[in-house]
């Protein structure tokens, strides 16, 4: 009998009326069988077939207080019995909105949608609205949403829909049927290579509207920035009129409450938020300074959604800046000191165990790679990991009740403590005796 057998079963249901089987298309590369849930609580998720994991997957980020937490989960239902959408102002959106721009440095005003998506078109839109240019910079490795406007392919397993076959421009579209015109207006540059950053901003600065990036490239390696390097791209972009965009998708409420512009003491003009922001409800946002932000008060640059700012979404918000601002931040330092433990402890469990890997970690998220170097601080190296025997890993560890991203990230939540590390650590000591050893 297979172990997955109702979520196998549920799956082939699902794609006589689900396009794809999946709602999202990447869920469809987990191995052997996209699960199928049938509940979850804290950093515990059950499937089909009633197996509990330990979750570090985290629906792909929002998790951050883990599944099902009693506070939030109190605060969202308080908000449903007052109704979950007005298409009218409240009081959330003000508390909100509050709340982010005083715990973001960045934030003198926001403006509130439902994916991170959405976040970044926002923020090109008020980019080439304030600059009147076209142009928008971005890195190789970096992922900003699957918009028309911003979606370019990179080599990556979880990425794997791409192909080149029209137009004559050298940036693969991230999957057919997308716009090629929308891509004419991208410029694609290695990351953390402050030359190349250099030369294509003074050679172009005059079209080029927006420099946008990951301000920790957690979507390829979780590789941090060089010493510098954020600094250098701040400065050039203020002196060229560049706006600078950090999408915080992933690294919002992460790598502190105020994000990683406040962790590297840095300005963006703009940045977007979205995932943990929300808990685990649809919510984004971009925040950024006034002169740009006003572009929307006065009507030049539109903001639409039906559902931005509904009471749900607000009262999710609210509830995880509540959770996270509890004991003084303490509850995100002890998150980042359960990934720095076991970010520590898989490196070296699987060195033990003869296998080459680099663990990179920051804050409460980190990138576990089978490569054979000792460092991986570019895409270019990142892309040199082994995937397949990642996928043996991943794999095996699902056997041992452990649920990690095919890919290589890891998410910490405020639910994982050290039980559920020292559970996590046996399970890889489990898994690296049986995986082959990296040739
Ligand atoms: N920006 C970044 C940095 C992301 O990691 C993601 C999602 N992985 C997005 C934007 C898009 O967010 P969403 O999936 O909510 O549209």
Redesign the pocket.
């Known amino acids: 009998m297979n172990r997955y057998r109702q979520s196998i079963d549920k799956f082939q249901e699902a794609k006589a009326y689900v396009a794809g089987g999946v709602a999202s298309s990447l869920r469809v590369s987990m191995k052997p069988a996209p699960l199928y849930v049938r509940k979850a609580y804290g950093a515990i998720i059950q499937d089909a077939d009633g197996h509990e994991y330990m979750d570090y997957m985290l629906a ?2 929002p998790l951050i207080l883990g599944h099902a937490h009693p506070g939030f989960n109190e605060r969202i239902l308080e908000a449903l019995r007052k109704g979950s959408t007005y298409g009218m102002q409240h009081d959330g959106e003000i508390q909100l909105g509050r709340r982010l721009t005083e715990i973001l440095p960045c934030a003198e005003q926001v403006a509130f949608s439902g ?4 976040a ?1 078109m926002l923020a090109l839109r008020l980019a080439r609205a304030y600059t009147s240019k076209r142009k928008i910079v971005r890195f190789y490795g ?5 918009s028309d406007a911003i979606f370019t392919s990179f080599p990556s397993p979880d990425f794997s829909s791409a192909r080149p076959t029209e137009g004559n421009s050298d940036i693969v579209p991230g999957t057919n049927g997308q716009s090629r015109s929308s891509l004419q207006d991208i410029i694609l540059l290695p990351w953390n290579d402050p030359e190349a950053l250099e030369e294509t901003l003074t050679q172009h600065h005059h079209e080029i509207a927006a420099v946008i990036t ?1 301000p920790v490239m ?2 390829s390696g979780c590789i941090a920035p060089k010493p510098g390097y954020m600094e250098f791209m701040r400065e050039l972009t203020s002196k060229l009129g560049i706006v600078l965009i950090w ?1 915080e ?2 690294t919002g409420f992460r790598m502190g409450l105020g994000g990683a512009h406040e962790r590297f003491g840095i300005l963006p003009d703009l940045v ?1 938020i ?2 943990a922001l929300g808990g685990g409800i649809a919510l ?1 946002a971009v925040a950024g300074n006034r002169e740009m932000m006003r572009l929307i008060e006065e009507g030049t640059v539109m903001h639409l959604g039906t559902l931005n700012g509904n009471g749900l979404s607000t009262a999710a918000g609210l509830a995880v800046i509540e959770e996270l601002s509890k004991e003084d931040g303490q509850v995100l330092k002890d998150m980042e000191n359960t990934a720095l433990r076991l970010s520590d402890g898989i490196r070296s469990v699987l060195g033990r165990n003869g296998h080459q890997v680099v663990v990179n970690q920051l804050g409460p998220v980190f990138h576990v790679m089978f490569i054979d170097r000792t460092e991986v601080n570019d895409f270019d190296t990142f892309n040199l990991r082994d995937t397949n025997l990642y996928t043996l890993f991943a794999e095996a560890l699902l056997h041992e009740g452990i649920l990690v991203r095919p890919n290589g990230l890891w998410y910490v939540s405020s639910a994982h403590g050290e039980k559920e590390t020292e559970k996590t650590l046996l399970a890889v000591e489990r898994v690296a005796r049986k995986i082959a050893v990296h040739p």
């Open positions: 792909y980020g994916s991170g998506t959405e970044v970096h992922y900003h949403g699957w990951e957690c979507n999408d998708v992933i977007t979205g995932k984004s």
